[in-house]
C-alpha cells in the first residue's frame, strides 16, 4: 500500500458547478478525515467517518458539502452549487485508530472560476 | 476553544544553520501537540508528537521539540538545516487522546533554506 491517495489532484470548475473528490485511505486504516486548506492557512476539520459512518461534522460543512464512505472503503466528498470561496486544497487522512497517526493524502486543489 | 499560533510567516536560514520554528497554543487541559511538514505538492507529514512524560521530543530527520508549559510553547529545532528541509511547517494541538478528528492547526511557518 502506497498511501493515502487523492482525485484529482488539480480540478478547476465553473461557479455555481458541482464537483465530487475521491479518497482512498490505507487499506486497513477504518477512520478517515476530510480537511480544508486555504491558501496561507493551516488545514481545518471537515468531517470524520469510523467506517462507513459519518461520526462528526465541522460547521465548516455547509449544507452544500456532503461526504460518504460507503462500504468502508474509499470516501468522497461533494460540493455543490460550487463558490469562489470554495477554492482550496482538500486534503483526505486516514488512521487505524482514533489515537494513532493520521496520514494525509496529497490533497486535491480546487480552483473555481 | 484550541488555537496555535505561528509567529512566523516565512523564516530564511543558510544550509548548514540552526533552526528554531517558534509554536505557541491555548488549550484548556494538556495538550497533545504536533508538528508535520507539507512539501510543495506533498501531503503533510508527521514530524514528531508531544503527549506526556519527557518534554523534549525526537523526531523524524533530526527535528526535536520542546514542550514548555509555562510559556505555553513548543518550538520546532534543528541544529543543522539540510536544503532538503525547504517546506512549509505546521504546529497543530489536539485534545482527545490527539485525535485527528480534533487538531487544531497554526497557518504555518514558510521555511526557505539558502545555499
Known amino acids: 500500500d502506497t498511501g493515502v491517495s487523492q482525485d484529482p489532484r488539480h480540478k478547476i470548475t465553473k461557479r455555481g458547478q458541482n464537483v465530487t473528490f475521491r479518497c482512498d485511505p490505507i487499506?486497513?486504516?477504518?477512520?478517515l478525515y476530510w480537511y480544508r486548506q486555504t491558501l496561507g492557512q493551516g488545514p481545518e476539520f471537515l468531517t470524520y467517518f469510523q467506517n462507513e459512518a459519518q461520526l462528526e461534522k465541522s460547521r465548516l460543512l455547509s449544507d452544500r458539502f456532503s461526504a460518504e464512505r460507503p462500504k468502508g472503503s474509499f470516501s468522497t466528498l461533494e460540493i455543490q452549487r460550487t463558490e469562489q470561496g470554495d477554492s482550496a486544497m482538500y486534503l483526505c487522512?486516514?488512521?487505524?485508530?482514533?489515537?494513532?497517526?493520521?496520514?494525509f493524502g496529497q490533497g486535491t486543489r480546487l480552483t473555481v472560476v | 476553544a484550541q488555537s496555535v499560533t505561528q509567529p512566523d510567516i516565512h523564516i530564511t536560514v543558510s544550509e548548514g544553520a540552526s533552526l528554531e520554528l517558534r509554536c505557541n497554543y491555548s488549550y484548556g487541559a494538556t495538550p497533545y501537540l504536533f508538528w508535520y511538514v507539507q512539501s510543495p505538492g506533498q501531503g503533510l507529514q508527521l514530524l514528531l508528537k508531544?503527549?506526556?512524560?519527557?518534554?523534549l521530543v525526537q523526531g523524524i530527520k533530526g527535528f526535536e521539540a520542546e514542550f514548555k508549559r509555562s510559556q505555553s510553547s513548543f518550538n520546532l529545532r534543528k541544529p543543522s538545516v539540510h536544503w532538503s528541509d525547504a517546506a512549509e511547517y505546521f504546529c497543530?494541538?489536539?485534545?482527545?487522546?490527539?485525535?485527528?478528528?480534533?487538531?487544531?492547526f497554526g497557518s504555518g511557518t514558510q521555511l526557505t533554506v539558502l545555499p
Open positions: 508531544y503527549f506526556s512524560g519527557d518534554t
Open positions: 497543530a494541538v489536539g485534545g482527545l487522546s490527539g485525535s485527528a478528528r480534533q487538531l487544531t
Open positions: 487522512a486516514s488512521s487505524l485508530y482514533d489515537t494513532t497517526e493520521a496520514f
Open positions: 487499506s486497513e486504516h477504518n477512520r
